[in-house]
């Protein structure tokens, strides 16, 4: 019996950090080009900062919304860091929450890589 393939995560692929609520945005892209990405197989990554880690993730629903929820092991800076986190996809945008184990938290929100962003509302000088 052939095995069901299954339909593609709406999370997979590389999702561009836009903004956290705990970080200034000159510093999300401290390092590296501020990031989440998740993996076919249930795994991820993400950077921002002097901050990074590897996702261990699980796909579910959160009010409605496709959700996927996860626990992190990294770095911040030279030490040691773990947690959890979750987002939720609304519309084109990833809408979640960052959690460090006996520390800090943000919000942040995440476009598809390659998708554009919104022109601002800022005037030009």
């Known amino acids: ?7 593609p995560s709406p999370f997979e692929g ?7 609520s705990a970080w200034e945005d000159d510093f999300l892209d401290e390092e ?16 921002f900062g002097n901050v990074q880690g590897q996702m261990d993730c699980r796909q579910t629903t ?16 030279m030490d040691a860091a773990q947690g959890r ?6 519309g084109d945008e990833l809408h979640g929450m960052i959690f460090f184990h006996g520390g800090d938290d943000s ?5 598809k890589k390659g998708q554009r962003l919104p022109k601002s509302t800022k005037a030009r000088r």
């Open 1 to 7: 019996m052939a095995k069901k393939s299954k339909p």
């Open 62 to 77: 959160k009010d409605g919304y496709p959700a996927v929820e996860w626990s992190w092991d990294g770095n911040a800076e």
């Open 32 to 47: 590296v080009e501020a990031y989440i990405e998740f993996e076919d197989r249930g795994w991820g990554a993400f950077h």
């Open 14 to 20: 590389r999702w561009r950090i836009t903004s956290m």
């Open 85 to 90: 986190g979750w987002a939720v996809l609304r």
């Open 107 to 111: 919000e942040f929100v995440a476009r």
